[in-house]
């Protein structure tokens, strides 16, 4: 472990004035990401900022019918709370897809949009790694890619996104609400994260002396014909090959509104208005992963299958609390 700096913010300015004024810092909220990369000396931040006493943790009607997701509302409270589970229903199963029972009662809403790629080489400083060390290279091309993108890759790193939650975000069309030293900004969910591209090191379009302080939902919840399919190698404990977040509005037979959300296959949740032939037309395998070009076009036919038939799927995991 590196010697570090601890300090707690006490309000959402003096968080933005204490990161603000330190490049090396970085915010702490349930630690579950942070604490880990640290420990592999893949972070090595000169001085802590715990955020996770300010007030970000309620759940808020909006003007517009959606809820404002304070940034610190922990992701089983989210999962669990009543307007999500009875509205928006496709977040409470991506959520409860997730980790773990204990890392979802730490991890916060914030925290999740900003996790770190799982690829093996970016926790492994002994290898080569551009997002880890830009200008390294990429280990994970040429190695051990069995877990790694198929669409929106680069030259220089072909990452996933790990989160679940923000399969469903991304497939429901959230904002990001952050305040930075010139004040507060929303950032549409789909602009959020980034592709690699030239900059693997950088995940997000948010700045590092801006914090995230609420998600926003719209008023659309697609409660009734929705469903996380998330495709992994155990059943719990263990991030997506390939999940797909389906959501489906009818209007009598026909379908009126269609969201399609890939997690596990691209640097960000992979949002394409396209059918599915379409959508992955693009796809690049490399040499552990073809498979995943196969499966997710299997997984999304599976996925619309069960949201047009109202059998979402994930419920299991929702008797453990
Ligand atoms: C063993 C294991 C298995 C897991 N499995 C899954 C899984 O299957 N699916 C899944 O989706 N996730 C999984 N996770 C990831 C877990 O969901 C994340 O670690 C968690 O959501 C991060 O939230 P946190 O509050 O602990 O973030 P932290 O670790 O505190 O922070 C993570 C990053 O976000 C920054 N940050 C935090 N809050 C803010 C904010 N409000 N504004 C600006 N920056 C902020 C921090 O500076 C840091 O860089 C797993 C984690 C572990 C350890
Ligand atoms: S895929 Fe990205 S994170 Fe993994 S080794 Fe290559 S540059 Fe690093």
Not at 25 to 30: E, L, P, S
Not at 285 to 298: C, E, M, P, V
Request: net charge neutral.
């Amino acid at each position: 472990m590196i010697n570090f700096q601890y300090a707690r913010a006490s309000d959402v300015s003096d968080a933005v004035r204490q990161i603000a004024a330190d490049p090396e810092a970085k915010f702490i909220a349930g630690g579950t990401n942070l604490l880990d990369l640290m420990k592999e000396d893949v972070e090595r931040p000169t001085r802590l900022i715990d955020i996770s006493g300010l007030p970000l943790k309620t759940v808020e009607e909006t003007k517009d019918g959606g809820l404002r997701i304070g940034a610190l509302v922990p992701n089983s409270d989210l999962a669990w709370h009543p307007k999500i589970e009875q509205r928006y229903p496709l977040l409470s199963s991506a959520i409860l897809a997730g980790a773990s029972a204990q890392l979802r009662n730490m991890a916060s809403t914030g925290g999740n949009l900003l996790q770190r790629t799982r690829c093996y080489y970016f926790y492994d400083t002994a290898t080569p790694c551009n997002k880890r060390e830009p200008g390294s290279g990429c280990s994970a091309i040429d190695g051990v890619n069995r877990m790694h993108a198929i669409l929106g890759t680069s030259d220089f790193c072909i990452a996933v996104h790990p989160s679940d939650m923000c399969v469903a975000l991304a497939a429901l069309e959230a904002k990001v609400h952050v305040v930075g030293p010139s004040g507060e900004r929303v950032i549409a969910f789909a602009d959020f994260h980034r592709l690699p591209g030239y900059t693997p090191h950088r995940d997000s379009d948010l700045n590092s002396d801006e914090i995230i302080t609420a998600v926003e939902l719209p008023a659309q919840g697609f409660a009734t014909n929705y469903s996380y399919l998330k495709i992994r190698d155990r059943l719990s404990y263990a991030f997506a090959l390939v999940s797909v977040a389906a959501a489906l509005e009818f209007d009598g037979d026909s379908i009126k509104d269609a969201r399609l959300t890939l997690g596990g296959v691209a640097h960000k949740p992979w949002r394409d208005p396209a059918a599915e032939a379409a959508l992955l037309s693009n796809a690049k395998g490399f040499a552990h992963n073809t498979f995943k070009i196969d499966l997710a076009r299997r997984a999304i036919v599976r996925a619309l299958t069960q949201a047009a038939n109202g059998t979402p799927q994930s419920q299991s995991s929702k008797k453990i609390r």
